[in-house]
């Protein structure tokens, strides 16, 4: 698809409705709840809606998904719509930025990767075929793949896609150990006191929705400053050397390296920035 024949101008109406602020066509909707308004929306926003979509599928190298990238992008927004409340003071369109963002993401793995745990025992099976898999030094050959099938008991086909997923998505959860080797230190703590795994769990939801509630230079510095993936939180990343999958760390920066980065004159800006979002962070979890 070229940059300059995106003919997905789907949302377009005839007439035209009169140029409209984004925000007032969200309120207007919330207060008539009328659906033209949406469609109004749709129609003065696609040129964004285009843009974002196609910067999304370049930054992944997915052009040929833009149909898909740009329908689970509406996806995001319609989502957005039965969860927001103009009075909550914030713009609809950075309210929705991580609805929008997690039906890309969730329309570019399913894509790509051939394969979806639809359940605990698929993933069970998926964590245990890479626990295999990188017993075997994480090798993708037509030997260490019938190994593997006949150890999870899935067809040679079936077993690579499993793969194939579990390499894609190795940046967002340690796949790495099987049932067995995973149930220490959580799963003795919660089967005995499952109250502590419910709070430990709302106190990591409050923690990332405060996150999320950022700014966008505050989120990225500070994943910059702490050495975690802004979207999804993740310590790590995959990295391919040899034409194979190696694990490595996102390094901390330092404020000099940050405030160079996103040019700031001194490292004292960059800290403060990161020093304030920490503490919007604590006030929310407060």
């Known amino acids: 698809m070229s940059e300059n024949n995106i003919s997905n101008y789907i949302y377009q109406l005839d007439p035209a409705p009169a140029e409209n602020n984004i925000q007032e066509l969200i309120e207007k909707y919330f207060a008539e709840k009328e659906d033209k308004y949406i469609a109004w929306l749709l129609h003065c926003y696609e040129n964004t809606i285009n843009s974002d979509v196609l910067k999304f599928a370049k930054h992944y190298n997915s052009k040929n998904l833009f149909e898909d ?21 914030v713009p609809f369109m950075a309210y929705s930025e991580k609805y929008v ?11 790509t990767t051939g394969f979806s745990a639809k359940n605990y025992g698929e993933y069970a099976k998926l964590r245990k075929a890479m626990a295999i898999w990188n017993e075997l030094d994480r090798l993708m050959s037509s ?7 006949s150890k999870i008991g899935e067809s040679e086909d079936k077993t690579k896609q499993i793969l194939i997923s579990g ?69 790590f990343y995959m990295d391919y050397e040899d034409g194979i999958p190696k694990k490595k760390t996102f390094e901390r ?3 000099t390296d940050i405030a160079t980065l996103h040019g700031f004159s001194s490292p004292d800006t960059a800290k403060h920035i990161c020093e304030k979002a920490l503490q919007k962070i604590k006030e929310t979890m407060a």
């Open 143 to 149: 030997d260490v793949i019938v190994e593997i099938a």
């Open 101 to 111: 963002h997690h039906e890309m993401t969730e329309c570019l793995r399913k894509e």
């Open 253 to 255: 920066m330092t404020y």
């Open 69 to 89: 990238l740009k329908q689970a992008y509406v996806t995001g927004l319609l989502s957005a719509f039965k969860n927001y409340n103009p009075s909550f003071g």
């Open 167 to 235: 390499i894609t998505n190795m940046n967002r959860t340690d796949l790495f150990s099987d049932e067995s080797e995973q149930a220490a230190p959580e799963i003795a703590d919660s089967s005995s006191e499952p109250e502590k795994l419910f709070i430990r769990h709302e106190r990591y939801s409050k923690l990332w929705e405060a996150y999320d509630n950022l700014e966008f230079t505050e989120r990225i510095m500070l994943a910059q400053r702490y050495g975690f993936c802004p979207d999804c939180g993740s310590t």
